[in-house]
């Protein structure tokens, strides 16, 4: 009687600690639609959300310059941040990871930095990596030089002896390599490009498109998905790579597998938008603190968080200044520094303790 029931107390805090997951991803998911709503409510002239509203359901509801404000301009950057956001958390929260660091995300290991490098080669020197892609020349190095470098930190991982705290370093290495080059970019450039591959590294939602937007969504709904389908040889992993081993998980193979979708996800977001740095990282460790390690909720959890904390930069971008809408790279900046540095100092802690 009593084996019994301590097995059914244990069941009952299971269902319960479950019940409180989902109900965090519900609360998350209502945070990010109403979040959602005002950031396409908001800009230079301001809208109530009814209005909003009737505009979603029926466009020519309050005229045609509305239905062109909000479906043509407010509705792209609104849908590109939530896309974009949750692009860079499930990236972030897979690396962290696959390489067991809290703070590995596609801007710390150099990613971000590639991908601003190679947009810089197509605005000064009109380089193409890929010939013939017309205005789409500076997207596509983005996304080329992005996916480069997470091909080369794959490759470092097939390495023999390079364990995740080597794959931190490696990132280093990299995000200095690429400024390195950036800044000699920067250098040969005219005031126009100049201003130009600043506008880049700082971060903007004004190049969202609806065709960018059908491909980011399709990326994050095979992503998550093949993600989901791995819960639990990453959830092993996440405890330690020989305990993962001794149950069966082939490592390297999962390694490899989530690095190339990594890969996809990361270039795919920051050719979008350019840097934006930190939103890999915040989403992940808040969702962490909310539902723990069991990827079945943190990977999706991951998702909205990082999709909210960049609809908000949106929101707060468009607000700081009446008619002046700020880089959001410089917004996520502020709030990911802090985060940064706590998750540095936690570690550092766990260590001493």
């Not at 093949?226 to 081993?245: C, N, Q, Y």
């Amino acid at each position: 009687m009593t084996i019994d029931a301590n097995a059914a107390g244990m069941r009952q805090a299971y269902a319960a600690q479950n019940a409180r997951r989902y109900a965090m991803i519900a609360i998350v998911f209502g945070l990010l639609v109403l979040s959602f709503f005002l950031d396409v409510a908001t800009g230079p002239g301001k809208y109530p959300l009814s209005t909003v509203f009737d505009v979603f359901t029926d466009p020519l509801s309050h005229g045609v310059r509305l239905k062109v404000i909000v479906w043509d301009y407010r509705l792209p950057v609104a849908i590109t941040a939530v896309l974009v956001g949750a692009l860079l958390a499930v990236a972030g929260a897979q690396m962290q990871t696959i390489l067991n660091n809290p703070l590995a995300e596609p801007f710390t290991l150099g990613v971000s930095a590639a991908a601003s490098f190679g947009a810089s080669l197509a605005i000064v020197l009109g380089f193409s990596v890929i010939p013939s892609v017309g205005p789409l020349l500076v997207t596509v190095n983005a996304f080329v030089f992005a996916l480069l470098t997470c091909g080369f930190i794959l490759f470092a991982t097939r390495l023999k002896g390079v364990g995740s705290e080597t794959m931190i370093l490696f990132g280093i290495a990299i995000f200095f390599t690429f400024s390195a080059l950036l800044a000699l970019m920067q250098y040969m450039a005219s005031e126009d490009q100049i201003a130009r591959i600043v506008f880049w590294m700082m971060g903007s939602l004004s190049r969202a498109s609806w065709e960018k937007i059908s491909l980011g969504a399709l990326l994050l709904a095979a992503a998550i998905p093949f993600s989901l389908l791995r819960t639990w040889p990453m959830t092993a992993l996440r405890i330690g790579e020989v305990t993962a081993e001794s149950m069966g998980v082939d490592v390297g193979r999962l390694r490899v597998e989530m690095l190339i979708c990594v890969s996809l996800l990361a270039a795919t977001a920051v050719s979008f938008v350019g840097t934006v740095g930190f939103v890999g990282l915040v989403g992940p460790h808040i969702a962490r603190l909310l539902v723990g390690e069991d990827q079945r909720f943190f990977v999706p959890l991951s998702a909205l968080v990082g999709a909210l904390v960049l609809s908000l930069t949106s929101l707060i971008s468009k607000s700081i200044t009446p008619g002046i809408i700020y880089p959001i790279g410089i917004i996520t900046a502020l709030i990911g520094v802090p985060v940064f540095v706590s998750i540095i100092l936690s570690t550092r802690r766990e260590k001493l303790s």
